[in-house]
């Protein structure tokens, strides 16, 4: 393990010895009371994380199969989708190649969204569904989601759906408070798990929404994972290694103690942000609505971001990430999210200092 490349990257996030350790335990049958035991083990504090009352969901997929299920499941007139970033701006393509009408509404990058905007278009009555995605991983910028779910609260019939792949668990995040219909995360980021698991909760109107759809498939159908999940089961097999592990985080975070869980992000956020501002570079997101569990960092120096990443993994054993999209080599990111530590960070900063005159 320790000859490994550690990852810094936004996700897949490095993940601890502890983890892989838990993932090991002996398999067991989907339909067991051993599966029953696990997913009851687990659910209350899902349910505390997710700040809701609500049966919390595990599938087995990535995030996207629930952000793609949200829409199978909850759009009959139109879904407006936020758009900002990589992440958000797939979204409303997703929409379509679902055969759903959508609109984007569309910022540039590094533009946090406007929850007047939203209550512009909504107005409209157009628009049944909103996607929105609370801290967009490829800009570094996290989003104002209470502030955003306010305003669609104002419209009774408008589903919100809120991806936090990137900011579960990072800061405060109450479902059934801000009245959001399906939120969602996804394993291999703020989790620091492997990927393939997807969690998330869905509100009384979204299950009633997507009781009046037809053609929710099965896979990602809401309804299916509702019954099944009376019996504390999934409706297919899932991935019950990675669930395992869920089980391991789960308790790591309660260990921990969530309050505590915020403040390490926080405070190991705000050492990436001293270090960019000694060093001269500047931030991608706006002050006042930058991620705390990543950061953007504009390439204002103009360096070598491929010859950094290079260096990085050569001679430190670090994946470095080096910028997302059309803002690669424009921009890169460093990762705090997952399990991360002052010294494991500090040691990432180290590297870079290191690496940083060769570029
Ligand atoms: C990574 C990411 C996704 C996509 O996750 P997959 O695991 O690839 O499905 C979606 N949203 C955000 C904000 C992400 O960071």
């Given at each position: 393990m320790s000859e490994h490349v550690r990852l810094h990257i936004p996700g897949p996030v490095e993940i601890s010895p502890a983890t892989y350790e838990a993932m090991a335990t002996p398999m067991i049958g989907h339909r067991s009371k051993d599966f029953v035991a696990l997913y009851d083990d687990i659910h209350p504090g899902l349910q505390e994380l997710l700040g809701?009352?609500?049966?919390?969901?595990?599938?087995?997929?990535?995030?996207?199969?629930?952000?793609?299920?949200?829409?199978?499941?909850?759009?009959?007139?139109?879904?407006?989708?936020?758009?900002?970033?990589?992440?958000?701006?797939?979204?409303?393509?997703?929409?379509?190649?679902?055969?759903?009408?959508?609109?984007?509404?569309?910022?540039?990058?590094?533009?946090?969204?406007?929850?007047?905007?939203?209550?512009?278009?909504?107005?409209?009555?157009?628009?049944?569904?909103?996607?929105?995605?609370?801290?967009?991983?490829?800009?570094?910028?996290?989003?104002?989601?209470?502030?955003?779910?306010?305003?669609?609260?104002?419209?009774?019939?408008?589903?919100?759906v809120v991806d936090t792949v990137s900011s579960f668990t990072v800061v405060p995040i109450e479902f059934d408070k801000l009245g959001i219909d399906v939120l969602l995360t996804g394993s291999q980021k703020a989790l620091a798990l492997p990927p393939g698991l997807a969690v998330f909760t869905v509100s009384d109107r979204a299950f009633d929404r997507a009781s009046t759809i037809d053609?929710?498939?099965?896979?990602?159908?809401?309804?299916?994972?509702?019954?099944?999940?009376?019996?504390?089961?999934?409706?297919?097999?899932?991935?019950?290694?990675?669930?395992?592990?869920?089980?391991?985080?789960?308790?790591?975070?309660?260990?921990?103690?969530?309050?505590?869980?915020?403040?390490?992000?926080?405070?190991?956020?705000?050492?990436?942000?001293?270090?960019?501002?000694e060093n001269g570079f500047e931030f991608f997101a706006p002050e006042g609505f930058r991620s705390k569990s990543l950061t953007c960092i504009a390439n204002n120096k103009g360096i070598d971001v491929a010859k950094l990443q290079q260096i990085m993994r050569e001679e430190h054993k670090i994946q470095l990430d080096g910028g997302y999209g059309k803002i690669k080599g424009t921009s890169f990111r460093l990762s705090n999210m997952g399990d991360e530590t002052e010294e494991t960070i500090g040691n990432l900063l180290n590297c870079l200092d290191a690496a940083l005159p060769k570029v």
């Open positions: 809701t009352q609500q049966p919390v969901f595990l599938s087995t997929s990535s995030a996207w199969g629930i952000m793609e299920g949200s829409i199978r499941n909850l759009v009959k007139k139109k879904v407006l989708c936020c758009c900002s970033g990589a992440f958000s701006d797939k979204w409303i393509d997703v929409a379509r190649r679902c055969g759903k009408e959508g609109e984007a509404l569309q910022y540039e990058w590094g533009t946090p969204v406007d929850p007047a905007d939203i209550d512009a278009k909504l107005a409209t009555g157009e628009f049944d569904t909103v996607t929105f995605i609370h801290n967009e991983t490829s800009t570094g910028v996290m989003n104002p989601l209470a502030e955003v779910a306010a305003v669609v609260r104002k419209y009774d019939d408008v589903c919100l053609d929710r498939g099965y896979y990602f159908d809401f309804l299916e994972f509702k019954k099944n999940q009376a019996k504390s089961m999934t409706p297919s097999t899932p991935c019950i290694a990675t669930i395992y592990g869920l089980r391991h985080q789960v308790k790591q975070i309660f260990a921990e103690g969530i309050e505590a869980r915020f403040a390490r992000h926080e405070k190991l956020n705000n050492i990436v942000h001293e270090w960019i501002r």
